[in-house]
């Protein structure tokens, strides 16, 4: 059995370091049983520290160079897989492998014509300008709060590492891989050369599943499960969707937060895998069937 | 045949990324003949990468959290393993994989009494006083320029991820690891921790050859070989020297650059390796027996 696990915000915790690591210390014992055996793969998002890492590289900007965007991902891999690595190895007893990993995005993808996803710390108006100037950004008014970054989000095609991957499966360990929805790049005269910007981890996740013959994807969020009407007064819950019927109730889902994940399951299933949504601490409960969203064919 | 090849500060180049990249690739380039086949892993060291990062922690403390300085040392293995990973795979044609990797140290290791390596920036006598009540630091003058921390820097004992290294490798991939000497941990109560020290990247690179059963240590630094009376008058290039010569000479060595590298040298000539200390630009030439300097039992 193949697994790959996909932790959101939620399981990878905020704030300082320390903090994170007792979420992390949670989020761990609550995959245990689901990492314990097999074949298994954990990814991550990075969108907290991403953005804390833009922070810092502005914030010492006359100082010292900021680094590409590419590489704040880059940099998160590391930072959330060292600290995934200590608490899952510890908690399960298995060699745990952190493996950097860059994913090939088209460089004609049209993203690149119309970037969206907001990213690092707000600006004002006139910073705004001097950015778009100086290095080429993309800054968007967000209501209120000033102007921010807009980065592309493009399609991933292909997982870099993936015999690497493969190859850490093989010997046994747990791999740590695409975090952050892993390290865009295109092929140039030959070279693979990383790109500013983002690539949503569960559609990245799915994609890996898939290259891996996974049987299954486990995306962890917020919320136990899928509902219809999320939030509203007849608010219910999904426990099954056929991947059709996941693809019918995506318009009326928020952007940006269970939409991408449903689209990733869909993807997932059409490849022949199961996906579960559901949270870390409702993760048991939905392993016997009596909590979480599962998508399948 | 398995060679670990270990890239100083001027093999990775400095200033922006761009800049970087531009040096690595006459690095890979350089390097190309010897990884071209056999197992092989890149090790590395991050000085200036790990002292912008602590600079920028500094620089937005009052906005977002700073990372512990085990987690700066993890996020400079991905930054700057991102990009070595790119240019070498470019120029070798072969798989490249970097894996995050911590070294074990003891806790009771000495250096934790008495922290000698200088990191990260500058501060003036007032915020010097401040960072050691509220964080526990301790810092030093150093002439004239303002006091900066030290850290401790033990001895590496074990290589954490090193049947993950030997996985990659097994499966035909150059391998990016143990970069800035690895992420120092410590165990606490069946965990790995964390600590906030940094490791003689030569010394882990040693270690890391002697665990593989390498054959040999690449060490590129700044100068084409060791010198007996270096920048004297009377300077001699050394082309080989024996563990035991080595070791007499290491005394009239500058401590913290050349010194360590012998060091490394001596540890694995005694461990059955061959060391080559050069320089990139010198690389071929040492090869063919015409530069370098070559420690051996």
């Given at each position: 059995m193949t697994v790959v696990v996909a932790l959101g915000g939620n399981a990878l915790g905020s704030g300082t370091a320390a903090e994170q690591l007792v979420a992390l210390r949670d989020t761990c014992a609550a995959i245990a049983p689901l990492v314990r055996e097999g074949e298994v793969v954990v990814t991550h998002g990075n969108g907290p520290q991403v953005g804390n890492e833009l922070l810092r590289q502005e914030r010492a900007a006359d100082e010292v160079p900021p680094l590409p965007l590419f590489l704040a991902v880059a940099q998160t891999q590391a930072e959330i897989g060292a600290m995934i690595e200590t608490e899952l190895a510890g908690a399960v007893g298995r060699p745990v492998a952190c493996l950097l990993t860059h994913v090939h995005v088209a460089a004609d993808d049209e993203a690149f014509e119309r970037p969206t996803k907001p990213i690092g710390p707000f600006y004002s108006a006139e910073q705004a300008q001097t950015l778009e100037q100086e290095r080429g950004w993309r800054l968007v008014e967000d209501a209120g709060r000033g102007y921010r970054r807009v980065v592309p989000s493009p399609r991933p095609l292909e997982i870099v590492e993936l015999g690497s991957i493969r190859a850490l499966l093989g010997a046994g360990a747990i791999a740590v891989a695409c975090?952050?929805?892993?390290i865009p790049v295109v092929s140039r005269n030959g070279h693979l050369k990383g790109v500013d910007a983002v690539i949503d981890k569960d559609r990245a996740s799915a994609l890996l599943a898939e290259r891996l013959g996974a049987e299954r994807l486990v995306i962890l969020t917020e919320v136990a499960c899928v509902y219809r009407n999320?939030?509203?007064?007849n608010q219910q819950p999904i426990r099954e969707l056929a991947a059709e019927e996941a693809e019918a109730l995506l318009p009326e889902l928020p952007e940006g937060s269970m939409r991408p994940k449903l689209e990733a399951a869909v993807a997932f299933a059409r490849a022949g895998g199961e996906t579960l949504i559901t949270s870390s601490a409702a993760l048991a409960e939905a392993l016997r069937g009596e909590s979480g969203t599962t998508i399948r064919l």
């Amino acid at each position: 059995m193949t697994v790959v696990v996909a932790l959101g915000g939620n399981a990878l915790g905020s704030g300082t370091a320390a903090e994170q690591l007792v979420a992390l210390r949670d989020t761990c014992a609550a995959i245990a049983p689901l990492v314990r055996e097999g074949e298994v793969v954990v990814t991550h998002g990075n969108g907290p520290q991403v953005g804390n890492e833009l922070l810092r590289q502005e914030r010492a900007a006359d100082e010292v160079p900021p680094l590409p965007l590419f590489l704040a991902v880059a940099q998160t891999q590391a930072e959330i897989g060292a600290m995934i690595e200590t608490e899952l190895a510890g908690a399960v007893g298995r060699p745990v492998a952190c493996l950097l990993t860059h994913v090939h995005v088209a460089a004609d993808d049209e993203a690149f014509e119309r970037p969206t996803k907001p990213i690092g710390p707000f600006y004002s108006a006139e910073q705004a300008q001097t950015l778009e100037q100086e290095r080429g950004w993309r800054l968007v008014e967000d209501a209120g709060r000033g102007y921010r970054r807009v980065v592309p989000s493009p399609r991933p095609l292909e997982i870099v590492e993936l015999g690497s991957i493969r190859a850490l499966l093989g010997a046994g360990a747990i791999a740590v891989a695409c975090g952050g929805g892993g390290i865009p790049v295109v092929s140039r005269n030959g070279h693979l050369k990383g790109v500013d910007a983002v690539i949503d981890k569960d559609r990245a996740s799915a994609l890996l599943a898939e290259r891996l013959g996974a049987e299954r994807l486990v995306i962890l969020t917020e919320v136990a499960c899928v509902y219809r009407n999320y939030r509203k007064s007849n608010q219910q819950p999904i426990r099954e969707l056929a991947a059709e019927e996941a693809e019918a109730l995506l318009p009326e889902l928020p952007e940006g937060s269970m939409r991408p994940k449903l689209e990733a399951a869909v993807a997932f299933a059409r490849a022949g895998g199961e996906t579960l949504i559901t949270s870390s601490a409702a993760l048991a409960e939905a392993l016997r069937g009596e909590s979480g969203t599962t998508i399948r064919l």
